[in-house]
């Protein structure tokens, strides 16, 4: 019933729902359990992903830990069977997590992945983040992992190139000029220091269409 009222109530019913749900799954084992019924209703109704899709998510990451909350739905998209349903999810738990201040810690763990932890976290991403192309070139290039960009690019050029492909890319483009990416537009500055950032950014310009750019 709670995570009904969060998905059907009002927006102030569906934040009280969820921080009780949250309060109420006070152990890994209820947490897990929780979060297998939130991404399984939201695979059940694209309206819902769609308009309360981030407030779930967001108000779950407040109210528990926002590590915890993607690391187990990574986890649980890892081994989605609908694709389709698992690379939106995907998209949609990457913008949240680059852009909603309550992850605001998520991020400045995957900005050290010299510590274990750090990339503990970005390898527990990855594996389900892999499901939407343009969500992973976004998590590799915001962890620094430039070397790693420039070859996914080139992977992405043997793929075929379709209208949601570039409409994926043209997304990660402009999150890459917003202010979340200030980090990785500074080092553009240092062109020799960063060859491979370079590579990585020209081989995504060069994989939406030429005419899309001159405009």
Do not use: C
């Amino acid at each position: 019933p709670l995570l009904e009222a969060a998905a059907d109530g009002s927006e102030l019913l569906a934040r009280r729902a969820l921080e009780l749900l949250a309060t109420l799954s006070d152990d890994a084992e209820r947490l897990d359990a929780l979060l297998t019924l939130v991404v399984r209703r939201l695979a059940r109704d694209a309206t819902l992903l769609d308009n309360r899709g981030a407030l779930i998510v967001r108000q779950l990451a407040l109210h528990v830990s926002a590590e915890r909350v993607l690391r187990r739905m990574a986890h649980i998209l890892e081994s989605e069977s609908d694709l389709d349903f698992a690379a939106v999810m995907v998209d949609t738990l990457n913008l949240i997590l680059l852009t909603a201040p309550e992850l605001g810690a998520a991020r400045r763990k995957l900005r050290g992945l010299a510590e274990r932890d750090a990339a503990d976290f970005f390898t527990a991403l990855y594996r389900s983040w892999a499901h939407s192309p343009a969500a992973l070139l976004s998590l590799v290039l915001f962890s620094g992992v430039y070397a790693h960009a420039a070859e996914l690019v080139v992977l992405f050029a043997d793929v075929t190139v379709t209208v949601g492909l570039l409409m994926q890319i043209d997304k990660l483009v402009q999150l890459l000029e917003s202010p979340v990416f200030i980090h990785l537009r500074l080092q553009l500055l240092e062109p020799q220091e960063h060859a491979l950032l370079f590579k990585a950014l020209y081989g995504v310009l060069m994989l939406l269409p030429q005419s899309a750019l001159k405009s």
